[in-house]
C-alpha cells in the first residue's frame, strides 16, 4: 500500500511563503506523476498542479500560476509544493496524490492525508 506524507503546513500572513513536502512510500516512485489539491471549507477539491515523472512537464492552474512552484526529487521520493505571495484565498487543506501513470492521466490512485495552509491577514 502507497502512503502519502505531506508536511510544511501551518499559519503564515499573506504575501507570505510556505513549502508543502510530500514523501511518497514506494520503490518506484519515478513511474508516477504527482499532483496538489487543495480544498478550501465548502468548495470542492481543486487541482493546483502536476508534475510528470521526471519533472519536465509541469501544469498550474490559473489561481496559483506565477506564485507557485511544483517540484520533484526522485531520490527522495518526495515532491514538493514552493507557495509564494500566499494571499487569504489560498487558505485550504492541502494534499498530495500520485497518479497511476507517468502523466497525469485520468485521476490519482492515492491521496496523503492533507496539510493545513492558514493564512493571516
Known amino acids: 500500500q502507497v502512503q502519502l506524507v505531506e508536511s510544511g503546513g501551518g499559519l503564515v500572513q499573506a504575501g507570505g511563503s510556505l513549502r508543502l513536502s510530500c514523501a511518497a512510500s514506494v520503490r518506484t516512485f519515478d513511474n508516477y506523476a504527482m499532483g496538489w489539491f487543495r480544498q478550501a471549507p465548502g468548495k470542492e477539491r481543486e487541482i493546483i498542479a502536476r508534475?510528470?515523472?521526471?519533472?519536465?512537464?509541469?501544469y498550474y492552474a490559473d489561481s496559483v500560476k506565477g506564485r507557485f512552484t511544483i517540484s520533484r526529487d526522485n531520490a527522495k521520493n518526495t515532491v514538493y509544493l514552493q507557495m509564494n505571495s500566499l494571499k487569504p484565498e489560498d487558505a485550504a487543506v492541502y494534499y498530495c496524490?500520485?497518479?497511476?501513470?507517468?502523466?497525469?492521466?485520468?485521476?490519482?490512485?492515492?491521496w496523503g492525508q492533507g496539510t493545513q495552509v492558514t493564512i493571516s491577514s
Open positions: 508534475i510528470t515523472w521526471s519533472g519536465g512537464s509541469t
Open positions: 496524490a500520485m497518479y497511476p501513470t507517468q502523466v497525469w492521466v485520468g485521476t490519482p490512485r492515492y
